[in-house]
T-cell receptor, first 114, second 118 residues
Framework: NAGVTQTPKFRVLKTGQSMTLLCAQD?????MYWYRQDPGMGLRLIHY???????AKGEVPDGYNVSRLKKQNFLLGLESAAPSQTSVYFC?????????????FGNGTRLTVT | AQTVTQSQPEMSVQEAETVTLSCTYD???????LFWYKQPPSRQMILVIR??????QNATENRFSVNFQKAAKSFSLKISDSQLGDAAMYFC???????????????FGKGTHLIIQP
């Protein structure tokens, strides 16, 4: 039972480079999320998806793009990385939006942009 | 938009003692869910406890309980008999329960770092 799996776990990028973070869930969840966590800021929503083929912007979407081509996968892309994108990124998923359907989180990706 | 405020960046408690972490939130909605998540140094986000706003009874999970004051928009977490394994960041979070809402996930507070003194 893998749950939510994020790859990679760590990555170092140079300013201007691009990369894609992969999130995969095996729980048949409809809803998927990308958050970033910065010291003293809690978790902030970047983008989310309410189903295959759909995406929407969250609180801090600038500089990121996402795709949900398959229900089980949610990709987060950085087209031109900036030092301000140094953060820990979390993917999460949930079956529905109710309180009995809490978010399940991956273990995070630590990204450093130099 | 909803906001969640955790006014204690750091708390410290002696092992076996009781500690209360504070959380307040601001919303114009009447139906919502509240959560406490624990994040140990491993970075894993672990659900500790949840509360439905329509329920007056405070949620309890073993040594963890909440004091939910809907009128005051307060949702504190009490940890009894603190253990070394309770040391972590604790995040309070809000999710809308209105029809069509909640799809945008959780709104988090900034977290409280809990230190357990042996």
């Amino acid at each position: 039972n893998a749950g939510v799996t994020q790859t990679p776990k760590f990555r170092v990028l140079k300013t201007g480079q691009s990369m894609t973070l992969l999130c995969a869930q095996d729980m048949n969840h409809e809803y998927m999320y990308w958050y970033r966590q910065d010291p003293g800021m809690g978790l902030r929503l970047i983008h989310y998806s309410v189903g295959e083929g759909t995406t929407a912007k969250g609180e801090v979407p600038d500089g990121y793009n996402v795709s949900r081509l398959k229900k089980q996968n949610f990709l987060l892309g950085l087209e031109s990385a900036a030092p301000s994108q140094t953060s820990v990124y979390f993917c999460a998923s949930s079956y529905s939006v109710g309180g009995n359907s809490p978010l399940h989180f991956g273990n995070g990706t630590r990204l450093t942009v130099t | 938009a909803q906001t969640v405020t955790q006014s204690q960046p750091e708390m410290s408690v002696q092992e076996a003692e009781t500690v209360t972490l504070s959380c307040t939130y601001d919303t114009s909605e009447s139906d919502y869910y509240l959560f406490w998540y624990k994040q140990p140094p491993s970075r894993q986000m672990i659900l500790v406890i949840r509360q439905e706003a329509y329920k007056q009874q405070n949620a309890t999970e073993n040594r963890f309980s909440v004091n939910f004051q809907k009128a005051a928009k307060s949702f504190s977490l009490k940890i009894s008999d603190s253990q070394l394994g309770d040391a972590a960041m604790y995040f309070c979070a809000y999710r809308s329960a209105r029809t069509g809402g909640g799809a945008d996930g959780l709104t988090f507070g900034k977290g409280t770092h809990l230190i357990i003194q042996p």
